[in-house]
Structure formats: structure tokens, C-alpha cells
């Protein structure tokens, strides 16, 4: 007669096996939706995101103030960055080059460093890169305007009115960057209607 083996018979672990692969399936469908869904809601043009009205104020590097009251009618790209930030070297050259083609059409990219260190290393990092859209220093006021900031980079495409439509934690994919970017600006304003209308 065959003594009985202890721990879990062959079909009990194939079974275990099968449910930690779908666990780790799901996990995956999970992550990969949370970072890719608002790359796709940028492209299509849907958004979770919107509403928000940020008030702001920055000084750039080159001293020129600016406020976000002064950039309506404009599509405006605020982009959270750091000089250590992988991703952020990444997306760089497509926020550069997105100001170059698109500035005169109404487009402002404006960069908020989240660097700690000094401004004369930053000012170097962007040199080196060839960066001349407006850049800045984040403020805890600015965080806060936005909403808060829990990544970087993290980019903000506004639309003429000053609302929010897209956020995007991470890497920003320039075909949806442009898409999001080129969508809103063929937009029309919609004109705010007195209230009791």
C-alpha cells in the first residue's frame, strides 16, 4: 500500500500556476491601461482630466513672466520635468520641435523644472539639448495649481479657454502629443454665455 505524500498533489499546483498566470495577466491589462489610457485619450480626443482651470504664474529663465490669463486663446503644453529624469531627455526633442513648428499657429510649450539644484545647472542641461521654449522653475504653487504632481515628467495639453483636457504621467508619445495638440487647435472657442441664459 502507497503512503500518503504530503503537500499539494500535481493537479492542485497545476491549478495554482494557472490562477497566479491570469493574476499576473490582469496585473499586467491593469498597468499597461493605466499608462497607455490617457496616451490613447489624447489621441482620440476623450479625457478624464478636464475641467481643471489652472491659475499660474511663472518666471522663465530668460525673465519673461507668464501667466496663464495671457495665454488664452492659445493651446498651451506645461510639461513637469527633471534634469535626471530618463523619460523626460526622451520626449524633450518632440516638445522642441513641437514648439518650433507650431508656435506662430498659437501653440505655447512651457517646461517647469522640478530640479532642486541650482538654476545655472539646469540652464546648462537645456543649452546642451538646444531647448528654447520657455522654461521654468516648478513652484509648490504650481503643483498645486495643476492639481498636484505624483510623476515625471508629467505633461498638460490647456486648450484656448485655459481648461485642462489631457494629462499625461510619463513618457508622452509625440503622435499623441501632436494629435491631442493639433486637435485642440483647429477647435473653436466656445464663447462663455452670461448667466440666466
Not at 531627455?89 to 512651457?110: F, I, N, R, T
Request: overall charge negative; aromatic content about 8%.
Amino acid at each position: 500500500m502507497p503512503e500518503p505524500t504530503s503537500g499539494p498533489t500535481p493537479t492542485s499546483s497545476k491549478r495554482l500556476l494557472v490562477w497566479g498566470e491570469r493574476l499576473l495577466t490582469v496585473g499586467l491589462l491593469v498597468f499597461v491601461a493605466y499608462r497607455l489610457g490617457p496616451q490613447m485619450g489624447a489621441l482620440v480626443g476623450v479625457s478624464s482630466d478636464e475641467g481643471r482651470e489652472p491659475v499660474y504664474e511663472v518666471t522663465t529663465f530668460d525673465g519673461h513672466r507668464v501667466r496663464s490669463a495671457d495665454l488664452l486663446g492659445q493651446v498651451v503644453v506645461v510639461n513637469f520635468w527633471a534634469t535626471w529624469c530618463g523619460p523626460c531627455k526622451l520626449e524633450m526633442p518632440s516638445l522642441q520641435s513641437l514648439h518650433e513648428d507650431k508656435a506662430d499657429l498659437g501653440v505655447v510649450v512651457l517646461g517647469l523644472s522640478t530640479d532642486v539644484g541650482g538654476q545655472a545647472g539646469i540652464e546648462s542641461f537645456l543649452s546642451e539639448r538646444e531647448i528654447t521654449y520657455s522654461v521654468g522653475r516648478a513652484t509648490q504653487q504650481h503643483r498645486q495649481a495643476f492639481g498636484g504632481i505624483h510623476g515625471t515628467p508629467t505633461t498638460f495639453i490647456i486648450d484656448k479657454t485655459g481648461v485642462v483636457r489631457h494629462r499625461v504621467v510619463g513618457y508622452f508619445a509625440p503622435p499623441a502629443l501632436r494629435v491631442a495638440v493639433n486637435r485642440l487647435l483647429n477647435e473653436e472657442p466656445v464663447p462663455a454665455t452670461p448667466d440666466g441664459d
